[in-house]
């Protein structure tokens, strides 16, 4: 199994929050806390352990990807990007706009790489259920991923699902859940309490993971040890902070489904690590395109 590259890994997420932070700006809307709590283990996901080909996003023997909280668009379509299914620029100028693929909840229909619908909490959990069980009957290597926001624990199809993966023992599904404490209405623990969560799921029979999830090589090595666990599902529960990488905005649920102001995303870009220009949202939205075909 060949090592992660660690370095390139942590590069290749800060470039994905950058993104989050300009497509949700320039575009007035969006959901960045959640994408940037997610983007680190989301990032070891889709660059070091799934088996994709953006050129052929429905190859036969690759990995499904299924985001259930899919809310947090805004870092979907930025790994779509960075992994080479899209465009980054049709992405940072149409985000949420009329007729662009890159709507407000992803698209099977318009967005290449995009596996289902999704947005309605607790659902994907199921449909990636479904998935690992066909995979499994028809004796296929497809692995199948799913990621989940904590609040979505909530959800009680999330605990049928849950059900259901142990009891046909799907060790070919790994679950992932962003336990970043908040959610649009406040903390996860005031609105309606998920924990202890980790015991929740091993009293479901899955092998279950905790782990820093903004911690790279410990994201790299859940993801490792998943794919070798045999005879029962894994979920990673992945402790995170909300609008991670920018201090303002850190465990804050007002970024829930708020982008920053215009006038803060230079600093935030640079603080992020890179030069200030990339925050030229004038720039952004002053691109013509002629790919707003849906």
């Known amino acids: 199994m060949p090592k992660p590259d660690i370095k390139a890994l942590k590069q290749k997420s800060q470039e994905i929050r950058r993104d989050v932070l300009i497509a949700t700006t320039t575009a007035g809307s969006g959901h960045p806390g959640g994408s940037m709590s997610t983007c680190d283990y989301a990032t070891a996901l889709f660059f070091y352990k799934a088996r994709l080909d953006p050129r052929n996003p429905k190859w036969d023997r690759r990995d499904y990807i299924f985001f259930s909280h899919g809310h947090i668009n805004p870092l979907i379509y930025a790994l779509l990007v960075h992994a080479g299914y899209v465009e980054r620029i049709e992405y940072l ?3 949420r706009k009329f007729r662009s693929k890159f709507q407000g909840h ?8 995009i596996e289902v619908c999704s947005g309605s909490l607790g659902q994907g ?3 990636s259920c479904g998935v690992a069980m066909s995979m499994k009957r028809q004796k296929k290597s497809n692995r199948v991923y799913t990621l989940m926001g904590d609040g979505e624990q909530q959800e009680g199809s999330i605990w049928e699902a849950a059900m259901c993966a142990a009891h046909y023992k799907l060790d070919n599904l790994c679950a992932m859940v962003d336990l970043n404490g908040l959610q649009i209405d406040g903390k996860t623990a005031d609105v309606l309490n998920v924990e202890p969560l980790a015991d929740k799921y091993r009293a479901f029979n899955w092998n279950v993971l905790e782990i820093d999830g903004h911690d790279m ?3 790299c090595d859940a993801l490792d040890a998943a794919e070798q666990a045999k005879g029962k599902p894994t979920i ?3 402790k995170t902070i909300m609008g991670k990488g920018v201090k303002w905005m850190e ?11 215009k006038d803060k995303l230079a600093s935030n870009i640079e603080e992020l690590g890179f030069d200030k220009s990339h925050a030229n949202i004038q720039e952004y939205q002053g691109h013509k395109t002629d790919k707003l075909t849906v």
């Open 251 to 261: 465990n804050d649920e007002k970024w829930h489904g708020a982008p920053i102001p």
């Open 236 to 238: 990673v529960i992945a």
């Open 125 to 127: 959990f199921g449909v």
């Open 93 to 95: 100028t149409t985000l």
């Open 106 to 113: 992803p698209s099977a229909h318009h967005c290449p790489g």
């Open 217 to 219: 090589q410990a994201c």
